[in-house]
């Protein structure tokens, strides 16, 4: 009996170390992730207060301190089941001045948020790709159920890259909304497509402030 007693107490040291660790590095993991979120944050602001690269004009540029932001949460931070398009077909991608510009579809990510399953197209500009600087970016356009409500009606922007391997992360606190939501008549904007609206709330990234738009 007491050989059984003097093991357990000398396990039960190494379980807690062990879980120690494992929560150590969740925490480095998860400090490292709200860093690239807030650098996010602070990019994106520092481009809406350059006068080069602002969309905004007149009032609406002087009167912008940042953008206003849903709560850092990492629940909506995904890992997704990637899958890619091996032949993708161009397609024109209508925009919100009632052009098109020139897309196609890269692949389809998969990913659970709150035990419901959700899939979503992942484009790809053929104009971008043409450029060695955007030549890996990959663009996912959605909409979800905070539209017209906190965000932008047309919905919100990610930027991505081409992933390694068949997973994707998707971070929606990196989401942004588009230039039109701020101007609606010097930018051309893609439109969401209807396979990319989610019937979930994402409250994460950029939320919509009326006072700017225009």
Do not use: W
Request: aromatic residues 14%; proline residues 6%.
């Amino acid at each position: 009996m007491k050989k059984i007693i003097f093991i357990l107490f000398a396990v039960f040291p190494l379980l807690m170390f062990s879980q120690n660790k494992k929560s150590t590095d969740s925490s480095k993991n998860n400090s490292k992730e709200i860093k690239e979120i807030k650098k996010f944050q602070t990019d994106l602001n520092k481009e809406y207060l350059d006068k080069k690269e602002t969309p905004l004009r007149g009032d609406n540029y002087t009167n912008f301190k940042q953008h206003p932001f849903f709560p850092i949460d990492l629940k909506y931070r995904v890992s997704a089941k990637f899958v890619k398009n091996e032949k993708p077909e161009p397609f024109d991608l209508p925009t919100s001045s009632g052009k098109t510009k020139p897309y196609q579809e890269f692949g389809k990510a998969t990913f659970d948020l709150d035990g419901k399953s959700y899939t979503l197209t992942i484009y790809q500009s053929l104009d971008l790709m043409k450029m060695e600087k955007y030549k890996d970016h990959l663009f996912l356009p959605f909409r979800d159920a905070t539209n017209n409500k906190e965000t932008y009606g047309g919905g919100k922007y990610m930027d991505l890259t081409i992933p390694k391997g068949n997973t994707i992360v998707l971070d929606f606190n990196q989401s942004y909304q588009p230039f039109c939501a701020y101007n609606a008549y010097d930018y051309n904007c893609p439109i969401v497509p209807e396979e990319n609206k989610l019937s979930v709330e994402i409250r994460a990234g950029v939320m919509y402030n009326d006072i700017y738009h225009h």
